[in-house]
């Protein structure tokens, strides 16, 4: 995704069931906000727990974990390089 301003805005459609928009209508009034600035809480809390668990994943796969120790090394080894330090 590029560099967009964080103001800008995307206008959409949604349709849901009468009583989750209800259900929606008082939570978002229990915490005094309007029912677009409560969806828009909820989803970014989703879309945060998914890229925790993304990357939670990824640590615990054990073939991305060794890519991601191989790229260590690497770029250890070139710093180490770049900076005239001989390997241990």
């Given at each position: ?84 330090e001989?390997?241990?």
């Amino acid at each position: 995704m590029g560099a967009k301003n964080e103001n800008e805005m995307k206008r959409f459609n949604i349709r849901m069931p009468q009583d989750m928009y209800d259900r929606i209508e008082v939570a978002a009034h229990k915490r005094g906000v309007a029912v677009s600035a409560f969806i828009n809480m909820k989803l970014d809390e989703i879309l945060k727990q998914d890229e925790a668990n993304n990357s939670l994943r990824v640590l615990t796969d054990p073939v991305a974990m060794q890519a991601i120790m191989a790229q260590m090394n690497l770029n250890a080894e070139e710093t180490s390089q770049e900076t005239g330090e001989e390997k241990a």
